[in-house]
């Protein structure tokens, strides 16, 4: 309810996904085996089902237990701050791939064959990214898919010269973040993973858990290393 609240288009599974992924009840299966691989619309297998089923089992009998409680907590805190018209349109984007699951070099919801596997449709980490900015039309939108020109994160993450890069705390929504392995200090070689922010603390990305919200906090947050703005890249935005 927070997101339709803050004036997004989200899908009606939006809820449950999220909170799905936040407790861990979902499977990533390895690259090798991303034919496996589902969909929000598709079945779930009974394997599926069995996989989830554990994980909730694994909780405990106790409706208040911790992973539950900190979940209901983190549902509860979701908000969003003011945004624009151009930052509401890719974040509807980005949330309308809610549920999607991650596929290594995938950057569709429809079938595809990368490296070698053919899996329903889903996103890696970049693919993600890529989808939204690149792949997306929007009307007006003048240079903005211009603005990404390499496909993988690294490509990605040094296409703007350190003046512009953008620090934790001057992050708006729909930024496009990238995390290496020394933070801050991280050199365009050891960043590897990607999202775009969505605003008070929390961003949605394509990782293990899929096509999911997470926090800006614990190993998200010290391994930061800067964000870029496509929106002000394309004059869109100030």
Request: overall charge positive; hydrophobic content about 40%.
């Amino acid at each position: 309810q927070g997101a339709r609240a803050d004036g997004l288009a989200v899908p009606s599974r939006f809820g449950t996904e999220v909170v799905a992924r936040l407790l861990g009840l979902r499977l990533n299966h390895p690259a090798a085996q991303d034919f496996l691989e589902l969909r929000p619309q598709d079945p779930a297998t009974r394997a599926e089902a069995a996989y989830s089923a554990a994980q909730i089992l694994s909780f405990g009998l106790l409706a208040d237990s911790w992973q539950i409680a900190q979940v209901k907590s983190l549902a509860a805190s979701f908000t969003l701050p003011q945004i624009n018209d151009w930052q509401r349109q890719l974040l509807n984007t980005a949330f309308s791939k809610i549920g999607m699951p991650y596929v290594w070099g995938g950057v569709s919801d429809a079938t595809e064959t990368d490296f070698g596997v053919t899996a329903r449709g889903g996103y890696d980490c970049s693919g993600f990214v890529w989808r939204v900015y690149k792949l997306q039309s929007y009307p007006n939108e003048g240079t903005l898919a211009s603005t990404l020109r390499g496909r993988t994160t690294y490509t990605m993450s040094v296409e703007v010269p350190r003046s512009k890069r953008i620090g934790f705390t001057k992050l708006q929504p729909a930024d496009v973040i990238f995390f290496g392995s020394r933070g801050p200090n991280s050199k365009g070689s050891q960043i590897s993973h990607t999202g775009i922010y969505v605003g008070n603390g929390w961003f949605i990305q394509s990782s293990d858990e899929g096509v999911a919200l997470a926090q800006l906090t614990g190993w998200y947050k010290q391994r930061f290393a800067w964000g870029r703005r496509p929106l002000r890249e394309a004059g869109l935005q100030p």
